[in-house]
């Protein structure tokens, strides 16, 4: 099984600039989470999933977008990029009533 | 949700026990305790969890005493490998709580 994959690994985003942070898992987990975490700081969880078509905020949602068409995907939309938002972001998942969550390997993301 | 203080930091020595404690005065009833491993770069990585008395994998164990408002989390014979940023959760996971929040960790340095 590949888990939770994240793609893609590393990016430089310019201010303004639009993307879309992939997030896939191939083990029908109904939950699905997106994290930041900042250089020496824990993680912080922008928005959540518990199922296809529902999300809900986090701790800290804004300038961010989510869907959840499927129980695989679950994308991370940045609409206009700020310096603010450079950090790595962690996608996981967990399935219904387990509590060990899966993490993808992350995305590094730098904005200039 | 229950909040949990940890130490920033420990040291260690390769060979020696390492028990990292963990407070969550407030933990409700439905809450259980997961400690997560995070190495440097990668997403975190679920090492146990538990929700009274004592837990064991072939990973570490928990301690959490019967007022529950604190846990040890206890590694034997820790070898440089180990040096990571341990976090405590709290949080249930079901009903309207479907997320957990992450603290700043502690950061485990284990020298030869």
């Known amino acids: 099984n590949a888990g939770v994959t994240q793609t893609p690994k590393f990016r430089i985003l310019k201010i303004g600039q639009s993307m879309t942070l992939q997030c896939t898992q191939d083990?029908?987990?109904?939950?699905m989470y997106w994290y930041r975490q900042d250089p020496g700081m824990g993680l912080k969880l922008i928005y959540y999933s518990v199922g296809a078509g529902i999300t809900d905020k986090g701790e800290v949602p804004n300038g961010y977008n989510v869907s959840r068409s499927t129980t695989e995907d679950f994308p991370l939309r940045l609409e206009l990029a700020a310096p603010s938002q450079t950090s790595v972001y962690f996608c996981?998942?967990?399935?219904?009533?387990?509590?060990?969550?899966?993490f993808g390997s992350g995305t590094r993301l730098t904005v200039v | 949700l229950a909040k949990t203080t940890q130490p920033i930091s420990m040291d260690s020595y390769e060979g020696q026990e390492v028990n990292i404690t963990c407070s969550h005065n407030?933990?409700?009833?439905?809450?259980?305790i997961t400690w997560y491993q995070q190495f440097p770069s990668q997403g975190p990585r679920f090492i146990i969890q538990g929700y009274k008395t004592k837990v064991t994998n072939e990973v570490a164990s928990l301690f959490i005493p019967a007022d529950r408002k604190s846990s040890t989390l206890s590694l034997p014979r820790v070898s440089l490998s180990d040096t990571a940023v341990y976090y405590c959760l709290v949080g249930s996971y079901g009903g309207a709580t479907n997320k957990l929040i992450f603290g700043t960790g502690t950061l485990l340095a284990v020298q030869p």
């Open positions: 996981a998942s967990r399935p219904t009533g387990d509590y060990g969550y899966t």
């Open positions: 083990m029908n987990h109904n939950y």
């Open positions: 407030n933990i409700a009833t439905n809450d259980y």
